[in-house]
């Protein structure tokens, strides 16, 4: 008989002059957190890159280390002045690059830049940066048809909506399966060329890499294998209906350590597990046994590097740009406010629910008209797949209706910005905005709404965020929404405007006091220490 995992259900409460919850004498709220593990307790201590990095080392010491995900943290580019080095933006990348430095290690992730092919050896390294090395990228190419199949096909168009619940079909093709089956098998090929005959740890981010767990086990056996999964997973039914489930899950088995952002996510996974494959789950440990093999499951909240984002705020390129904003989109020069959101247009992201918001907002407080601007910057994001399509004209048909109905001759309620903003511009909306809006249907984390806390060392702006984030979990001073109640919606974010200031200073202060406990280094120290333990063939007992 299996150990049941003790659950409590209970219900949070919302105190209406604070909107902060309040705790019943269980310890879930409706969200579906169950018992926490220990570690996921914030520590008063704050974590630091030299910690982390002093972690690494002595990971290094016994073994490679090998970081791996679809996206590469440096593209190479053909521009008008010759090739140059792109950094996608990517919170990600900051966190991860430094310990790849640190310890010389390598990073294996797919070559997708222009100039990509042309500054590698003939083994499809380069090194970054190229004119003083620190670390190896090596890259791995993808045909059309291989990128069709296993990221717009496998990875966006099916486990990237199975996963999230936003009510948007997933579409399976066997095609598809086969080429991200291919591609899995080609990531696996190129780390063991890198890994030679040495030990190594491989650090697997996120979902497009399910099954190279295992793929890498069966050859390697004595690999340390972690993953990070940085979306949501979902309840055992929503996943039945995924054609190669046990597949996919016998290959994220190969793992030793398999991290989500939060507790509910790593329940909802050994649920999935002990209901559909061969396995023990303990759940008193949070392990799953497969073929003897144990494979860890943790929760380790992603965050950001609050300090550096901090001080990139500061910067005179942002006061720059914070002007030009404020110059182009004023409307109303005595008491003009923003209403500001940033993200990828993505159908997860609540973007259509937070225009008809706002739209309520108006119809239930003209006397806004004219004073307040709602202003999206948004990154088109995945246009080869459909359901991204359909979305993007859903939107422009919203945004004409709202400014139809409300619009005067001097005033534009809403202007919705499609571009590739740049970080400096996107530091300068998060400064200008009185009110952020972060309303995802469903998230694992969310590093916006932590990036715009991070932006305002001032102490000002509200946020107004998602439960169904992560970060809602840690960001309790936020003004929490429920995105699909859009009269509630209206409602909190009229709140969150006529807020006084000494409340939002208050609430500001206290979420910038919840990110420096749990920044991006902390989250990398969490992993680090259970692989040391691992290396060492000791439980980690403060993590259970």
Known sequence: MRTQLKRFTSSRLIDPTLNKPTWSTAVTDELGTTSRIKGEQAREERASPQTLMSLASQVAKDAKIIVVSNREPVVHELTDHGIEAIRPASGLVTGLEPIVKAVHGTWVAHGSGSADRQVVDRNDRVGIPREHPEYILRRVWLTRREEAGYYYGLSNNALWPLCHIAYTRPVFSRSDWDQ????????????????????????????????????????????????????????????RIFPWGEELLDGLLGND???????????????????????????????????????IVRPFPISIDQAQIGRDAQQPAVAVRLGQLRTQFTQAPDEQQFIVGVDRIDYTKGILERLRGFDTLLKDHPELKGRVTFLNFSAPSRTHVEAY????????????????????????????????????????????????????????????????????????????????????????????VNPYDTDLLAEQMYAALTMPQSDRQRRMRHLREAIAKNDIYRWGERIFQEILHIHKGVPNEAAV
């Open 180 to 239: 991200y089956k291919a591609v899995n098998e080609k990531f696996c090929s190129a780390i063991l060329e890198e890994v030679g005959q040495e030990r190594a740890v491989i650090f697997i981010q996120d979902y497009h890499l399910a099954l190279l767990p295992r793929l890498l086990k069966n050859n390697r056996p004595d690999l340390t294998v972690v993953q990070f999964w940085h979306i949501p997973w979902p309840n055992r039914e929503a996943f």
């Open 257 to 295: 350590i398999l991290g989500f952002h939060v507790q509910y996510h790593c329940n909802n996974f050994l649920d999935t597990v002990d209901r559909g494959i061969e396995a023990k789950v303990d759940y008193e440990h949070f392990r799953v046994f497969r073929g003897g093999h144990p494979t």
């Open 389 to 480: 399509r359909e979305l993007d004209d859903k939107i422009d048909e919203l945004v004409d209706e709202v400014n139809w109905r409300h619009q005067t001759e001097q005033w534009v309620p809403v202007q919705f910005l499609r571009s590739h903003h740049d970080y400096v511009t996107v530091l300068a909306a998060y400064q200008l905005a009185d009110v952020l809006m972060v309303t995802s249907l469903h998230d694992g984390m969310n590093l916006v709404a932590k990036e715009f806390v991070a932006a305002r060392g001032d102490e000002s702006g509200v946020l107004v965020l998602s439960t169904y984030t992560g970060a809602a979990r840690e960001l309790e001073d936020a003004v929490l």
